[in-house]
């Protein structure tokens, strides 16, 4: 049962374009959900969270986007950059559950030049 | 500030032998977490450590794998004896202590473990 899922195993966008990477989510006690970006033979990095009470949140070229309704929440870049090229995970969190992270299956971003 | 440490990165063994896998996390992180990322899939979380006591093992798959964290600080995690679909990157992750609020969790480089 994955309550965390990414529908596009990966996304081509060229540089200078908005990238715009989605996620869905079942659980309806998740309130907190960040997204994680990933270079091949390193860990996951965090990028940007957002906390239910809001439904935007904004840092440099990245916004994450929350629609609590629908239970879905997507990831902005814009512009995005050649070393934008990653993947990325969305997580999201309940706040009965002791900080644990249930991971999206991930979606590979490559931005060509 | 050095980040998260974990070693070995790679390791190689035949199914039924044992492994295991060492982790350091960020000087001052009181939680600290092992995931199993299998190859196209996101991390999955095994099991979550606050201090030295554990907070959740409910998906450690407990008659093979195990896991300690002695004086609160490194952390060993054991597959005994491994099976092909052990083969996956064990992801070490720390963040601040948990007390009601989601802290942002740092992670290891990893250890990528084949099992033949």
Same mark, same amino acid.
């Given at each position: 049962?994955?309550?965390? %899922?990414?529908?596009?195993?990966? +996304?081509?966008?060229?540089?200078?374009?908005?990238?715009? +990477?989605?996620? =869905?989510?079942?659980?309806?006690?998740? =309130?907190?959900? +960040?997204?994680?970006? $990933?270079? /091949?033979?390193?860990? /996951?990095?965090?990028?940007?969270?957002?906390?239910?009470? $809001? =439904? $935007?949140?904004?840092?440099?070229?990245?916004?994450?986007?929350?629609? %609590?309704?629908? %239970?879905?929440?997507?990831?902005?870049? *814009? /512009?995005?950059? /050649?070393?934008?090229?990653?993947?990325?995970?969305?997580?999201?969190?309940?706040?009965?559950?002791?900080?644990?992270?249930?991971?999206?299956?991930?979606?590979?971003?490559? *931005? $060509?030049? | 500030?050095?980040?998260?440490?974990?070693?070995?990165?790679?390791?190689?063994?035949?199914?039924?032998?044992?492994?295991?896998?060492?982790?350091?996390?960020?000087?001052?992180?009181?939680?600290?977490?092992?995931?199993?990322? #299998? &190859?196209?899939?996101?991390?999955?979380?095994? #099991?979550?450590?606050?201090?030295?006591?554990?907070?959740?093992?409910?998906?450690?798959?407990?008659?093979?794998?195990?896991?300690?964290?002695?004086?609160?600080?490194?952390? @060993? &995690?054991?597959?005994?004896?491994?099976?092909?679909?052990?083969?996956?990157?064990?992801?070490?992750?720390?963040?601040?202590?948990?007390?009601?609020? @989601?802290?942002?969790?740092?992670?290891?480089?990893?250890?990528? &473990? @084949?099992?033949?």
């Amino acid at each position: 049962d994955q309550q965390v %899922k990414q529908n596009s195993p990966s +996304l081509s966008v060229q540089e200078g374009r908005i990238s715009i +990477l989605n996620c =869905d989510y079942t659980n309806s006690m998740f =309130d907190y959900f +960040l997204w994680y970006k $990933k270079y /091949p033979a390193e860990g /996951p990095t965090f990028l940007i969270s957002i906390s239910s009470i $809001k =439904d $935007k949140n904004e840092d440099g070229r990245f916004t994450v986007f929350l629609n %609590k309704s629908a %239970k879905h929440l997507s990831l902005h870049i *814009v /512009p995005s950059q /050649p070393g934008d090229s990653a993947v990325y995970f969305c997580a999201a969190n309940g706040n009965n559950a002791g900080n644990m992270l249930t991971f999206g299956g991930g979606t590979r971003l490559m *931005v $060509k030049p | 500030e050095a980040g998260v440490a974990q070693s070995p990165r790679y390791k190689i063994i035949e199914k039924r032998q044992s492994v295991a896998f060492w982790c350091n996390p960020i000087s001052g992180h009181a939680t600290l977490y092992w995931y199993q990322q #299998i &190859l196209g899939q996101g991390p999955k979380l095994l #099991i979550q450590f606050q201090n030295n006591g554990v907070v959740d093992d409910s998906q450690l798959p407990k008659d093979r794998f195990s896991a300690e964290r002695l004086k609160g600080v490194d952390s @060993t &995690l054991k597959i005994q004896p491994a099976k092909l679909e052990d083969s996956a990157v064990y992801l070490c992750a720390s963040s601040l202590e948990f007390s009601g609020a @989601t802290y942002e969790q740092y992670f290891g480089p990893g250890t990528r &473990l @084949t099992v033949t």
